[in-house]
């Protein structure tokens, strides 16, 4: 069958790029069944019915096309640009997870010389950046699960294999966070498991670091989830209670400011423990986390996030202040200054929290109490805002002001 051109469609070709605007599954299994319509063809823009529904943000039509054998790397775009690209300016991380997992290449460039990573983050869409570079394959992993040059048994049993794929695609690396996924696979809940695990881990970072090209975030990423295997390996080695004294003592906060000592000493105690010392990201990490007296910021958490996944940590977003999961919205429900992802996550944190508790209420109140001048400045913000573009320069500094008194 020759290769589709551009702009020739039949009409069923046309009437589906209509229906994945508007987003009928249903009406296009209808048209994809019919010998009318090639799941590849190429409107006038070169775009595939792949793109149109990545770029919308259909994540049902878009598994429906992967399953009828849309080509994911097509890149026959006038400007170049993969379905890939359009999952990662359309801002929605399923779809641009689904696209790497039906095996879009990463590195493919644009027209004007940008990767899909690059694209999304030029639009602000940082979580699908974070996607795209914490990518890891499943294959990678599955090479494991199979007995290799002299071993009769593999290094890692099948049935671990997704739980752990689903850890290493995290991209929340509060230690908290690893050790609850952990504890949501019973079949990780295991001496034998666990050791195989963080076994597999450290020869996933010695593969990184050995490979032609080098890759240290991924190293250290998964050099980082092996420390927090190798610890859940020693609690459950020592405690009756399983992986729940774990959680207790990386949340533990100190008495004098409710911070987490533990986790931080145990976060630095992991990069410290990096094996391949002359590797850049280490030494940046060092460098930028040794200075720091512990309870200070950055905190060697924000810092390690922002080398492995580029997220800048607790900037725009109400992070949960137990597991770390970002888009937190229920609050305690006393002082309003802690947020959380789940009723679970607030639970856990209780035991902590409630010593600061009342102290953060106070200050609370405190800064609730707005003074003249600050209301004269919230007045002036929102007159501004009703006048139009003619007052932006009042509103600009009242705002800054206002930051400035809270």
Known sequence: MAAPQKGDLSASERKILQVIAAG???????????????????????MTPLMHA???????MCRLLLQHGADVNCNQHEYGYTALMFAGLSGKTDITSMMLDAGAETDLMNSVGRTAAQM???????DCVTVINNFFSRARLE?????????????????????LHKIIMTTNLNPVKIVMLVKENPVLVDVAALEKCYQVMDLLCEQCVKQQDMNEVLAMKMHYISCVFQKCLAFLQKQDDKLDALVKSLLRGRDSDGFPQYQEK????CIRRFPYCEATLLQQLVRSITPVEIGNDPTAFSVLTQ???????????????????????????????VTYCSLTCQKLHWFTHKKMCRSLQEQSVGLDKDTPRLKELKGAVSASRGEGGCCWRLSFRASCFCLYLC
């Open 307 to 337: 080398a492995l996944t580029g997220q800048m940590a607790f900037v725009d977003a109400d992070y949960c202040a137990t597991c770390g999961e970002r888009g937190a919205n229920k609050r305690c429900s006393l002082c309003k200054a």
């Open 143 to 163: 090479y494991y699960t199979r007995p290799q040059g002299l071993d009769r048994e593999p290094k890692l049993p099948q049935s671990l294999a997704g739980p």
């Open 120 to 126: 999304a983050a030029f639009v602000g869409q940082h």
């Open 24 to 46: 009928d599954v249903q009406e296009a299994t209808q048209l994809l069944a019919s010998k009318e319509v090639r799941v590849n063809c190429l409107d006038e823009y070169g």
């Open 266 to 269: 145990f976060i630095r105690d």
């Open 54 to 60: 990545a770029y919308k943000g259909k994540a049902d």
